[in-house]
DNA sequence: AATGAATGAGGCTTCATTCAT
DNA sequence: GATGAATGAAGCCTCATTCAT
């Protein structure tokens, strides 16, 4: 099949994403409010106004960027969860995954929690994003509770709950001067989380073995 | 007792605590990047000048704000802590205690969990604040476990966790659309989290009755 | 032969230019601190946002503006001075140049001696400026000791003296109520200064006739 | 006869005093726009409003300043000056006697040299200073004149030139990085001074002898 | 006489956004 | 599609001056 040649559209689409790479990076690195949009274009190699060719304003990238990062994060999740087949499994698993990805890409994790930095403006976004995971746990508890694995509890708040607990790990990691290993909390935190439902004793212990290693991440 | 003329050196002081007052206000309805200087001597009701013979920038107002805030709520945290005997119910009290005070001012849990939006400067200053409280509640948990009144566990994480979900629930709290009343969440986060750390499930249920009922707040 | 199109880089290094050019204008009209960026933004009939793309901030133009004006200055009394055979003849040359460019541009002179105005933080720009012109004369001083035309003297100090002297009587002449033309004042400066150096006095009286008239200038 | 005691106008007038030190201080080591009225109340330990009690604004104090200490110098010079017969004697006096003081008290000459950082309010007074010291020289050098100690010649521009040269001396000086002895430069000077004049060289050479050596100053 | 808190105009600088080319 | 020069609204802060006590 022969390929096409690189045609302008092919060229906008990579300018594009150039610029968000940048802003990823830059975002990530200096926070919203103090990232200028000459932050960003010098990041992405890309002349001040041509951002403005690709988005309406700077808000917009960023918005963008909570967008897409979620998204990969949520698929990543759902991919790796859709493999198990019991509920708290599937819960650990998601809990696994995020912890994973975040030990591995420590500035995402800063965009996800520092991104109250961004202004009120963006509270909803953030919100909405910290929604979206918590009801992702709360869709696994729900399941569990259903099939009996648990008793019944308020999952929005337990999920809620999850997600704080998860969140605050992650972010205590993130700024430690000098961090361990996140992967090393991992046991303990999903001790807790899965205690904390009110999975019986018993299952804690014996799940961990099945569990492959974490793979190599450099904090 | 006769009342002391008012000097002006307690007009000042009033005058700094009304800046304080204002600013605490301010930041809390608009976060640090987008209150003025201006918006905080308007609702200081104060020259512009003014708050310059009080505090050297915007920075210091913010940070001399939340050193205080946190005094006073570990303040109160431990007095309320102190009447209790046995770890657990001080980790509790803890808990409701904070979980009380936020329920009550809206705004001053803005000020904790959202102060990220002051920039990247904020974040060490923001941190030790999270980690003073998690501390807090490390110290229960380790008494706990002195106690024997749980197994042993890692107590950090444990208190990092915990703090966490406090957070998450107070912020999802915070940001909902029509929030409930956030006392109508304590049960639940209560039992999520003493059984997080392994307290014997009938002790949950007991220990329960035997509290006050939340004071009457507002959100 | 075709003009090129003007390119917006010629455009731009036209608003550069302009803006030294309202700056030299509002600064020797007003003094450094005195001058607001919003004068030299309306004498270069440029946005106060413009002047921050060409230059950092304010105290780079008056820096450019310095150094830029003694190079015009030193260039021109160089290639004045080149013409003239005989050491004593150069000093006078470069005497006469200073002398002459300052009558004409009574302006210029204000930058180059008033520049005090600055502020503590030019006065060693404004020192080395006034040290480049002296060790300029010093040059001349020590050609004409070593071509055994003057007896030998602390061309130093000597030098610093002619440039003081020069200074000062410009500067009496810059504001002056009623200001004569600063030609009149030539003769005599001449004869001082020479005679100070010991050039002999028949030399001083015979040197003059060869020189042609001032040029008409406007103070 | 007894000692009046310590009336409330006496300490007035100390405060008054210690206002213009402390302004005088302030000012030789700031500049007079780089010198807050708060500089000045704390080096004369006086409080903000002090201060307008015994002046109405910033600029008064300057003037006085510049008045008073141009005074003082004024009345050593020409007590010095009496003493002289002759009237090159006399210059010579003059000059001598600025350059010890300013020796000694090299503050003093920054404030007379470097008043231009006073902004362009100043010059006039600047100038009227300078005029002072140019015309105090022009009257010996008138005397001189028409002593028949030396030829006629325009005794204005000279004086001007004569003070320029003067000026730009100690300015040198003062900011030499390693600045020699002040005194070291008072032969040459004199010497080219008095040359310029047309003084006899025989005259220059032979006066020197008579004077006392300079007394000790620490730049 | 003196204090020091308060005022407010004005200065410098930043930066998101626009626009001519 | 892209560039980079230009704009102008804000923002933070300084500081001479005023004023109640």
Redesign the interface.
């Known amino acids: 099949m022969a390929r096409r040649q690189q045609t302008p559209a092919d060229r906008a689409a990579a300018s594009r994403e150039s610029i968000l790479d940048g802003a990823f990076e830059a975002f990530t690195r200096?926070?919203y409010?103090?990232t200028a949009i000459d932050d960003i274009a010098a990041a992405a190699d890309v002349s001040k106004g041509g951002i403005y060719f690709h988005f309406p304003n700077k808000e917009s990238i960023f918005r963008e960027l909570m967008r897409t990062t979620a998204d990969k994060l949520v698929d990543k999740v759902e991919r790796v969860v859709g493999a198990e087949p019991d509920p708290i499994a599937k819960a650990e698993a998601a809990l696994r995954t995020v912890l994973e990805v975040f030990a591995g890409h420590r500035t995402m994790a800063r965009l996800f929690?520092?991104?109250?930095?961004?202004?009120?403006g963006f509270?909803?976004e953030l919100?909405d994003l910290?929604?979206r995971f918590?009801r992702l746990i709360q869709g696994y508890l729900d399941e569990a509770v259903a099939a009996g694995t648990i008793a019944p509890?308020?999952t929005r708040?337990?999920s809620?709950?999850?997600?704080?607990?998860?969140?605050?790990?992650v972010?205590?990691w993130l700024?430690a001067r000098h961090p361990g290993r996140l992967e090393d909390?991992y046991p303990?935190?999903r001790?807790?989380?899965l205690?904390?439902?009110?999975v019986p004793e018993q299952r804690i212990a014996a799940e961990w073995r099945d569990w492959p290693s974490f793979p190599e991440v450099a904090p």
């Open positions: 200096t926070g409010r103090d929690f520092e991104a109250g930095g961004a202004g009120r509270q909803t919100n910290h929604d918590a509890l308020d708040i337990t809620v709950a999850w997600f704080g607990a998860l969140d605050e790990v972010a205590s700024q909390a303990t935190l001790a807790v989380l205690r904390s439902a009110g």
